[in-house]
């Protein structure tokens, strides 16, 4: 199992729930949060004196998957979001250990998916 963690641009949360959902992926967590990359925060023009980050708001979907859901969240995440401009975003992974429906008790793959 793992989680996908992917921070978007907000204007692409509409293209990469359509091509989740035409993935198969329909369980999801999205988040508005705050934050900046590499540009912390300012476009590559800017000229003025940096002297702090600039937080932007992005979205932020958390995904949790079987490992054969791996590939094609992935996938869905890029096509939707990517524009080829900076500030496309970033997919973090990371192994998650247990998953729990509270409902019914199931644990791991069967409470995935
Ligand atoms: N190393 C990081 N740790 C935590 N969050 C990050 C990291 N890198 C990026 N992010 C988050 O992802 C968002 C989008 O990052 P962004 O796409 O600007 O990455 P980048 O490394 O600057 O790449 P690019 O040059 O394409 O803009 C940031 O606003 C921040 O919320
Ligand atoms: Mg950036």
Known sequence: MKMITAIIQPDKLPD???????A???KMTVSNVIGC??????????????????????????????????????????????SGKIGDGKIFITDLVECIRIRTGEKGGAAIG
Do not use: C, P
């Open 16 to 22: 990469v729930k359509a091509a989740l959902f035409a």
């Open 37 to 82: 990359g590499q540009q912390m925060g300012y476009e590559e023009t800017y000229r003025g004196a940096v002297t702090e980050v600039n937080l932007l708001k992005k979205v932020r979907l958390d995904i949790a998957v079987n490992e054969d859901f791996v590939q094609k969240t992935i996938d869905a995440i890029i096509k939707g979001a990517r």
């Open 24 to 26: 198969e992926v329909y």
